[in-house]
């Protein structure tokens, strides 16, 4: 069964390669710092042509983080969620490094309490710091053509759902 499906697995991989690296890479050399650096940890992505067309499913367990892509007919991929777990893989470890300084934060949780976001955010500073500045660096990067009030729409659409530090991040990465 495997021989007779080979080449099309194949042809999977052929076609996405280039956009995963081109992304994963763009991402390392915005932020300059190579994921080479990360023993002991794994970005994994797999190609699954039996899950639903077009679907993208990504995952951490403890060190290692995975994305679950399934092939369509319009061979587009969903970049956006791909490079958000990317961000994740390399700036968790810095949550987890800088974990006293970020505890600072803390008095801004409760405020969260009625935010329409995950219940984890507002419990975990860390996650918060993370999610706020991923999402910082997204309006930075995802359109490199996208116009200043369209990225400045983007980080006021988070800042409205709760991620509160979003703004500061936005503004800092400049």
Known sequence: IWASHAAAYSE???RYHEPLSQVLFQTEVYLKLP???YLGRNFTVFIDPMSAP???NARNYGPD???VIS???SSSLNIEQIRHTYLHY???PLALKYGSPI?????LLPSLKNAPMDES????????VTECMIRAIEARTASAKAAEPEREQAVQASMEQGFVLTQYFYDALA
């Open 12 to 14: 999977f991989a052929r």
């Open 35 to 37: 994921s080479a650096g």
């Open 54 to 56: 077009g679907l993208t």
């Open 65 to 67: 983080y995975y994305v």
């Open 71 to 73: 092939p369509s007919s």
């Open 90 to 92: 390399l700036l968790d």
């Open 103 to 107: 505890k600072a934060i803390d008095p």
């Open 121 to 128: 955010f507002k419990a975990d500073s860390s996650l918060l």
